[in-house]
């Protein structure tokens, strides 16, 4: 198990005060780049490397606590040309998010995956561990369906490969889910209009990327929809797309937990789930 210690910046608060939810995988990005430069894999990051997938349960809010996170990293699966790494994310000694990882090495030249190299492979098994896996998040293809709304990709969003680093779809989904709800019921943005006793939570967030996002001055565009709707909870899909030929980009689920402000789950108002239920896709 590799182990990092993750600093907080004030700015990673959100309106409620918390660690916002998309800040969690800038912190996995942070264990993983300090992982691969700690061992002889560093290459692997200059030759090229891209996110194939994440998937993140949020187990509890993270406030903010100068002595930062801690973030226990291991290789839990290898395949010929993917592996994935496993995290636990624990603030004060309490884990409060569990994730994964999927990744590929990358020709940027060839515009394609290559597999794992023999002595990257023999490096990764020697510290791979059996993890428990998390669950399967699974929501249809919107295929043309939901709510879409505008993505303009800033400048500052690439990395260093020259396209959209992958932490930023976390941005994009969000943002695209709350214009989304708003427009579906202005109160939406927080649950039950202007009652301030209720707020959403993401529970679990999954993205699978499809393919690479570079900067362009036209915007891109999302659609967004809801795919199911529980007692207390509701998830959504959200597809990255470009308007002009259909390419999809990126595709991610979303489970939102209405809560108090105990931040203990409560039933969904009626008027909220009768808004869902007008935008839920099969």
């Known amino acids: 198990m590799f182990v990092v210690r993750c600093p907080l910046r004030w700015s990673d608060l959100d309106a409620q005060g918390h660690v916002n939810n998309a ?3 800038d912190y ?54 993917r592996f994935e790494v496993a995290y636990d994310i624990l603030q004060r000694a309490r884990v409060v998010a569990r994730a994964t990882t999927v990744l590929c090495p990358y020709d940027f030249e060839a515009g394609r ?50 396209h959209v680093n992958n932490v930023k779809t976390f941005d994009y989904v969000q943002q695209a889910r709350v214009e989304a709800m708003s427009n579906w019921d202005p109160t939406m943005a927080r649950v039950g209009a202007g009652d ?44 990255v797309f470009d308007p002009q030929d259909g390419t999809i980009f990126a595709r991610a689920r979303t489970v939102l937990v209405c809560a108090g402000t105990d931040l203990r789950p409560v039933p969904l108002p009626a008027s909220i789930r009768g808004r869902l239920a007008d935008h839920l896709v099969g």
């Open 23 to 25: 800040l969690i995988v």
């Open 28 to 81: 996995m990005q942070e264990a993983r780049v300090a992982f691969f430069r700690s061992g002889p894999i560093s290459a692997m990051l200059d030759s090229g490397i891209v996110v194939v997938g994440h998937k993140v349960e949020y187990r509890a809010a993270i406030d903010y606590d100068t002595a930062g996170v801690e973030i226990h990293l291991t290789v839990s699966a290898i395949g010929g040309a």
């Open 113 to 162: 995956p290559t597999r794992l190299a023999t002595a990257d492979r023999e490096y990764l098994s020697s510290v791979r561990a059996d993890v428990e896996p998390l669950r399967a998040l699974s929501a249809p293809h919107l295929e043309g369906r939901g709510t879409v709304t505008d993505l303009f990709v800033r400048w500052s969003d690439h990395d260093s490969y020259a």
């Open 196 to 239: 301030s006793s209720h707020l959403w939570l993401v529970a679990r967030q999954d993205v699978d990327y499809v393919s690479q996002l570079s900067h362009r001055l036209t915007p891109y565009a999302t659609r967004t929809a809801a795919t199911a709707v529980g007692t207390s909870s509701a998830t959504l899909a959200c597809e």
